[in-house]
Nanobody, 120 residues
């Protein structure tokens, strides 16, 4: 069992930055690839970024590529999402998730989400 807790959300003006954190319980954090997702009001949950177990391979959705950076610190059981050049369309609840299988498999555990609001 892995418990995930997101933090770092808030209200920011367009063009600003935020850094989200995802803290994981347990000693098996490094066994999971990790991902960030987001869900805007009235919309489906969308993939944002993924990082592999070691942190050496990352992948981004086209909508955030070049603006967001995913990273992880396995010694601290924590994953991050640095978000720069934020746009109003980035407004959403952001969720972190842990994936025990390979690319394309279901995510096993989810956090409760943290709200990000970008004002124009």
């Amino acid at each position: 069992q892995v418990q995930l807790v997101e933090s770092g959300g808030g209200l920011v003006q367009a063009g600003g930055s935020l850094r989200l954190s995802c803290a994981a319980s347990g000693r098996t954090f490094s066994r999971y690839a990790m991902g960030w997702f987001r869900q805007a009001p009235g919309k489906d949950r969308d993939f944002v970024a993924r990082i592999n177990r070691s942190g050496g391979i990352t992948y981004y959705s086209d909508s955030v590529k070049g603006r967001f950076t995913i990273s992880r610190d396995n010694a601290k059981n924590t994953m991050y999402l640095q978000m720069n050049s934020l746009k109003p369309e980035d407004t959403a609840v952001y969720y972190c998730a842990a994936q025990s299988g390979g690319w394309g498999t279901e995510y096993d555990y989810w956090g409760q989400g943290t709200q990000v609001t970008v004002s124009s």
